[in-house]
């Protein structure tokens, strides 16, 4: 339930302030994101115990999160501030648009999954997970 808390809150704040600065808007919906996630991943790898409502709302923070991404790309903002997007994002935007609404999807539908136990959830954040590898594999510079 607090992720879907943080998912209306995080929407909320983003459309009131209007984008005024989208690298540091897209990262607040990241880390929500990479928190929902390692939320699930530690129910799935048996860390934390099984908690459907748990999951259903990690995957709610990261279906909304994963829509209202695209729009924080907007061209210049390819360089400047602290960022970790590649340039390719611009370059292939409907690609990047595309792996976005992908992730919202799967997202919903893991939150859908959950609803069947862990051993359902299981393979949906699996589909999840790997269109957030994908995205990173293409779109996110990589450091060291």
Not at 62 to 75: K, V
Not at 109 to 128: I, T
């Amino acid at each position: 339930m607090k992720f879907l808390v943080a998912a209306v809150t995080t929407l909320t704040l983003l459309a009131s302030a209007a984008s005024a600065d989208p690298i540091a808007d897209r990262q607040k919906l990241m880390k929500g994101i990479a928190d929902a996630t390692k939320v699930s991943a530690e129910m799935v790898q048996g860390k934390t115990p099984w908690d459907a409502a748990a999951a259903k709302g990690a995957m709610a923070t990261i279906a909304a999160n994963a829509e209202m991404f695209p729009s924080l790309f907007p061209a210049g903002t390819e360089t400047g501030g602290d960022t970790e997007a590649s340039p390719k994002i611009w370059e292939a935007k409907s690609d990047f648009d595309a792996l976005s609404a992908k992730l919202a999807s799967t997202a919903q539908a893991a939150g859908s999954a959950a609803d069947g136990g862990l051993e359902a959830f299981k393979p949906a954040f699996g589909a999840m997970a790997a269109n957030c590898k994908a995205c990173h594999q293409d779109y996110r510079i990589q450091k060291n």
